[in-house]
């Protein structure tokens, strides 16, 4: 079975630009979340989105939105970017029925640098 | 919402001695534990898992975690370190409910370095 994956798995932009990752999770999970994982701050919950819905978000501006496609994958779109949002984008997907317990497996990330 | 503390940063060892990377987390529920080892330029793959069942778990590569409640924690372990252990490795926590379903937190990860 074939794991996550991320397109792109590099970026450059500049100030001010917009970009778009996307995630294919592994066939047959529903749940897709993204982390921000950068040296100051750690691996930071972005959001959740299980068949189609955002059912969890994390503590970032409007910026940063994402959404899910009907066959589960996920893109995340970051507008007008800063500097500080350059770091690692990684995706997780998960089976989450509704009695299993949260294993997320995760992609390869995307290393989004601004410039 | 859920705190996980890893103790130290760096963990330098020596090949064949005994690994020993903290975590600690702040819940009165105990929540799912994980552990994730990342290396350079790649995701996160897990280790190990804690899901209420028994109380010291056996992972990949030798890898094996304690679930202690009453001390909250759940540290990290293998008997005889190997080079290719080298890594980040980070300790997670989920909700086993609720409206956080979904969401993991993390620590800010332990960089083990192997000496030969």
């Known amino acids: 079975k074939a794991g996550v994956t991320q397109t792109p798995r590099y970026l450059i932009k500049t100030r001010g630009q917009q970009v778009t990752l996307s995630c294919s999770p592994i066939?047959?999970?529903?749940?897709v979340s993204w982390y921000q994982q950068t040296p100051g701050q750690g691996l930071q919950f972005l959001f959740e989105?299980?068949?189609?819905?955002?059912?969890n978000k994390g503590n970032f501006p409007g910026r940063f939105s994402g959404r899910q496609f009907s066959n589960s994958r996920s893109e995340m779109n970051v507008s007008t970017l800063e500097l500080g949002d350059s770091a690692l984008y990684l995706c997780?997907?998960?089976?989450?029925?509704?009695?299993?317990?949260?294993?997320?497996?995760f992609g390869p990330g995307t290393r989004l640098t601004v410039l | 919402a859920q705190s996980v503390t890893q103790l130290g940063s760096h963990v330098s060892v020596s090949e064949g001695a005994l690994v020993l990377l903290r975590c600690n987390y702040s819940s009165s529920v105990p929540p799912y534990l994980f552990w994730y080892v990342q290396y350079p330029n790649q995701g996160l793959q897990l280790l190990l898992k804690y899901t209420s069942a028994a109380t010291l778990v056996k992972g990949i590569n030798g890898f094996e975690a304690e679930f202690k409640k009453s001390e909250t924690s759940f540290h990290l372990t293998k008997p005889s370190a190997h080079m290719s252990d080298a890594a980040e490795y980070f300790c997670a926590v989920s909700d086993q409910g609720g409206s956080t379903l979904g969401r993991l937190y993390f620590g800010r990860g332990t960089q083990l370095t192997v000496w030969p």
């Open positions: 066939s047959g999970h529903r749940s």
């Open positions: 997780a997907s998960s089976l989450e029925g509704i009695s299993s317990y949260n294993e997320q497996f």
């Open positions: 989105y299980f068949s189609e819905t955002q059912r």
